[in-house]
């Protein structure tokens, strides 16, 4: 019987199985931010422990840093103590750092992909559930806590336990305006929020294959918006040709002799999968979430759907109660919703063809009177160097958008950006939870185009008549 | 790593589906270097009617009336019943450290997130998955008084009436729970193994030991 691309990874990862079932995994990389770390390295200390291999690590400051007048520092001394504890840490057990000031620095996983420390067949770890992202490269990546991020740390080897194979095929190809952004809010609102939940999910398909690899990222990352903790995408040109020539990738014949390893990472033909779900690309419409889960999502020309319609008891007061926190009525038209803030930033969309695709929309226009405040934050200091050489900073500014530095901002609100309560936001992040972009704010996820279209209607727009 | 073994408390019924780590425990307090001091956070949203920030002392804090944490019949409930996909969202383990904390050992629902489930045997928590008709039950039953035994070497739920429920635990984690054991010590005995594994791996993927220097 073939095996999956997951099967392919795992199998070369074990290094041993217990009769139980539990395995203990070998872990090739791990990313390290400030959030889920200082707890990690205090227990190295107080057992007197040393990291297995420091140079199998790459920490950087992502959750706290300010996104202006960072030459300033961090205002808030909880959010220093955090940044200059990891940069601390790092020093202390060895370990490769950007410091905030560096010019590489952003958010792990935009970071990851971009210096070329994420690589195909890997299995890449960091405390953080959007470690998904990876898995566009054909990594075996997923998001783990403190304890683990220690275990990770001592033993370069995690206990597991082998999750289902579930394969998403996204038949047929997605009209203009349709992102990746949308088929994977598809995708959840399709499974739903747990339906991912103990498998891995290879992402697979003609809408999948036609994508950039950046835009995979944005599919994988949200992998654990449905549950799984990792998602995958077999490797191709597209993901040899991204990673040729960045700075951490093998460097002369052991290029050569990797890039001939990677082509084997796909799922065999006759590979059997737990589960498979199918999705018609040309069905998928640009998506707005109307809730406080990402599953709680309709298309632009939809509405807001009616409880009263919803036959499961749980899933109906679930649906109230996000209504009421949303204060949205069923029936509404999604392009009714009113906005106050836009945010184009976070690690599902906040690289440079996501940057591209946002300063298309709004190019020549600028922000409804009604949005208070409509920002952009790059996903790295990299990203941003880009975006301005190609002139995209000055035709943000243009349109009334402020131009940022990187770090995950508002998406999950740690630094000082956030929405205020009961302010409204259309937002290119991964998460709409009660309270997640700020006490009693309201999150509504959408592509960086729609957020863009929004941002200058003031209101949200079907990007494709925009 | 505090040892579970058998214990018998009130239980709160925390009505809600998908509970996600945010609303478990808030970001602002992330930005905490300890591992402690979460518990008065726990819910924070919910549980009080104004803004929490880190350092802050809850005892003045206006609390919300309705929500069950705040509700005396409750206040000694060391069992959590609540509903599917409990934990989902961020991998933050500060949400098992805030319900450690605050007193919780035992969290029952018919569905967890992956990463949060993981997190709770770190922490001497014992998440205990049921069917969700056996959930409903107990949500049926559930008030004022109404008491719980869970016993994780049996792996029992004995109800108020004597009936008994069994729950499914893996042997190696129920193993880690019951003697409280740490993890990495555990590991590192097979210290050889994984040196054995990295000079096979060396061999087949030479291009994964060059040490990385960004």
């Not at chain 1, 007048?69 to 990891?86: F, H, K, M, W, Y």
């Not at chain 1, 204060?327 to 803030?341: S, V, Y």
């Not at chain 2, 928590?125 to 969700?132: E, G, H, M």
């Not at chain 2, 008491?147 to 009936?163: K, M, S």
Request: charged share 25%.
């Amino acid at each position: 019987m073939g095996k999956t691309l997951y099967d392919k990874i795992w199998d070369a990862h074990v290094v041993r199985t217990d009769p139980d079932g539990s395995t203990l995994l070998y872990i090739d990389r791990q990313l390290i931010h400030e959030v889920t770390s200082p707890q990690a390295f205090e227990g190295l200390r107080l057992a007197n422990r040393k990291p297995w291999r420091p140079e199998a690590n790459l920490a950087v400051a992502d959750h706290n840093v300010p996104t202006k007048n960072r030459d300033r520092g961090i205002a808030d001394p909880v959010s220093r103590l955090q940044v200059e504890t990891l940069e601390k840490n790092c020093a202390e057990f060895g370990i490769p750092v950007f410091s905030m000031r560096d010019h590489r620095q952003g958010i792990v996983h935009v970071v990851g992909p971009e210096e070329g420390f994420t690589l195909p067949g890997i299995t890449l770890v960091c405390g953080d559930s959007h470690t998904s992202t990876h898995g566009a490269l054909g990594a075996l990546a997923f998001g783990i806590g403190t304890s683990e991020v220690e275990h990770v740390l001592a033993t370069q080897t995690l206990w597991m336990r082998k999750a289902r194979n579930m394969r998403v095929q996204v038949k047929g190809h997605v009209g203009p305006g349709v992102t990746a952004k949308d088929i994977v809010l598809a995708v959840i609102g399709e499974l739903g929020t747990a339906g991912g939940t103990g498998y891995t999910i290879e992402f697979a398909g003609e809408a999948i294959e036609a994508l950039s690899v950046e835009g995979r990222m944005t599919i994988c990352n949200m992998a654990i918006e449905a549950g799984a903790r990792a998602g995958l995408i077999a490797v191709d040109d597209k993901t040899i040709d991204y990673l040729r020539g960045r700075p951490l990738v093998p460097q002369g014949a052991l290029w050569d002799q990797a890039v001939e390893a990677w082509r084997d990472l796909h799922s065999d033909a006759d590979a059997v999968f737990d589960r498979v779900v199918e999705l018609d690309a040309r069905a998928i419409r640009p998506q707005v979430t109307w809730g406080t889960s990402p599953e709680m999502v309709a298309p632009v020309d939809g509405v807001v759907p009616d409880p009263a319609r919803e036959p499961d008891a749980t899933k109906r007061k679930g649906m109230v109660r996000a209504l009421e926190y949303m204060d949205l009525k069923p029936g509404t038209p999604i392009q009714k919703i009113q906005l106050d803030k836009v945010f184009i930033g976070s690690c599902t969309n906040s690289r440079i063809e996501d940057l591209r695709a946002a300063a298309e929309v709004i190019k020549g226009r600028k922000v409804a009177a009604n949005v208070r405040l409509a920002m952009v934050v790059p996903g790295s200091g990299l990203v941003k160097e880009q975006a301005e050489a190609e002139g995209l900073d000055k035709v943000f500014r243009e349109a009334g958008f402020e131009w940022r530095d990187p770090g995950c901002s508002m998406c999950l609100a740690m630094n000082a950006d956030r929405l205020e309560p009961g302010e409204r936001c259309a937002s290119t992040s991964n998460r709409n939870f009660e309270g997640r972009q700020g006490y009693g704010g309201r999150t509504h996820l959408v592509s960086p185009a729609m957020a863009a279209a929004a941002a200058i209607a003031g209101h949200f727009v079907d990007v494709r008549d925009f | 790593m505090q040892a579970f073994e058998r214990i018998t408390s009130q239980v709160i019924p925390l009505d809600r589906a998908n509970v996600d780590t945010d609303a478990i425990i808030p970001k602002q307090f992330l930005k905490s270097i300890r591992r402690s001091g979460f518990g008065p956070f726990l819910f924070d949203e919910w549980r009080y009617l104004d803004r929490g920030e880190p350092e802050m002392d809850c005892t003045d804090r206006p609390k919300n009336p309705d929500f069950v944490l705040n509700q005396p019949q409750y206040a000694h409930g060391r069992i959590l019943l609540t509903r599917e996909n409990f934990g989902c969202g961020s991998s933050r383990e500060h949400a098992p450290w805030a319900l450690a904390d605050y007193g919780i050992r035992v969290i029952i629902a018919p569905s967890f997130a992956d990463i949060f489930f993981n997190n709770c045997f770190k922490n001497g928590l014992l998440p205990i998955v049921l069917d969700p008709e056996t959930v409903d039950q107990l949500f049926r039953e559930v008030g004022p008084g109404y008491e719980l035994t869970v016993d994780l070497a049996t792996q029992t739920i004995t109800r108020p009436d004597g009936q008994v429920i069994r729950f499914d635990i893996e042997p190696s984690r129920k193993e880690r729970l019951l003697k409280g054991l740490d993890d990495i010590a555990l590991t590192l005995e097979h210290a050889e193994q994984i040196r054995g594994y990295e000079a096979r791996r060396r061999e087949e993927a030479p291009w994964l030991f060059v040490p990385i220097q960004p």
